[in-house]
């Protein structure tokens, strides 16, 4: 008696085995320079060098329009912001003097720093704010067409003041960014004695 099984093999099968294997082969073969390239890119983004982290002193600003141009004060001499309402004339002041206004019970002088950096007159309207600066002792508004908002300047990015900046108006100016926004020394506004008017209300 034959004791071996007799195997039965499939061919069709084996076939098709064997096809699916060369599909297979051939679909690796056609996509490899593609994970290639993908792979070579991936290896170039973690060896690049990390982007050096921006360093230097940022100042925050108060950003403000003024006869067409776009100036800011440093917002830690701005103490506030308020509407410009009930302006009251002071005779015999200077040109940049508009007057005085009543803040919460505090007599101040505003300033119309248009007329002194002799910028071009826009006029003055209800729409027009008072920016209060404010150190030590020494106290006022700088009026302002529209106050634009707050935002960060770095000091390395404040050049010195344009040529065409010359005379009182530069000698008020910290500098200009390259995005044309110039910084006013509010400090220096303050520390001026000629500026202000030193005005004794009774009651």
Same mark, same amino acid.
């Given at each position: ?6 195997l039965?093999?499939d061919?069709d ?5 064997v $096809?699916?294997?060369?599909d297979a082969?051939?679909? #690796?073969?056609?996509h490899a320079?593609?994970?290639? $390239? !993908? ?5 170039? /983004?973690l060896?690049a ?5 921006e360093?230097?002193? /940022? ?16 917002s ?8 410009m309402?009930?302006?009251?004339? %002071?005779?015999c002041?200077?040109?940049?003097v ?7 019970g #505090?007599?101040?002088? %505003? ?12 006029g003055i309207?209800d ?6 600066? =404010?150190r030590?002792?020494? !106290?006022f508004? %700088?009026?302002?067409?529209? %106050?634009?908002?707050?935002k960060q300047v ?6 010195a ?12 100016? $910290?500098?200009? =960014?390259?995005?044309?926004l110039?910084i006013?020394?509010a400090?220096?506004?303050?520390t001026?004695?000629?500026?202000t008017v030193? #005005?004794?209300?009774?009651g």
């Amino acid at each position: 008696m034959d004791t071996k099984k007799k195997l039965l093999i499939d061919w069709d099968e084996v076939k098709e085995r064997v $096809k699916a294997a060369g599909d297979a082969i051939a679909f #690796q073969g056609a996509h490899a320079g593609e994970r290639i $390239k !993908t792979l070579k890119e991936r290896a170039m /983004r973690l060896a690049a060098p990390e982007a050096a982290p921006e360093t230097g002193i /940022r100042i925050d600003v108060v950003e403000f329009a003024l006869a067409y141009e776009r100036y800011a004060l440093e917002s830690r001499f701005v103490r506030e912001i308020c509407p410009m309402h009930e302006l009251t004339p %002071v005779p015999c002041t200077p040109a940049f003097v508009l007057g005085i206004i009543n803040v919460r019970g #505090q007599i101040l002088s %505003v300033i119309d720093i248009k007329k002194f950096f002799a910028l071009p007159e826009k006029g003055i309207t209800d729409l027009n704010k008072v920016i209060i600066l =404010t150190r030590a002792d020494m !106290t006022f508004g %700088v009026i302002a067409d529209a %106050v634009i908002g707050v935002k960060q300047v770095r000091d390395a990015d404040i050049e010195a003041a344009l040529p065409t900046l010359t005379g009182i108006r530069a000698e008020y100016l $910290k500098g200009v =960014t390259k995005e044309r926004l110039v910084i006013i020394d509010a400090e220096r506004l303050l520390t001026d004695k000629g500026i202000t008017v030193e #005005q004794d209300i009774e009651g």
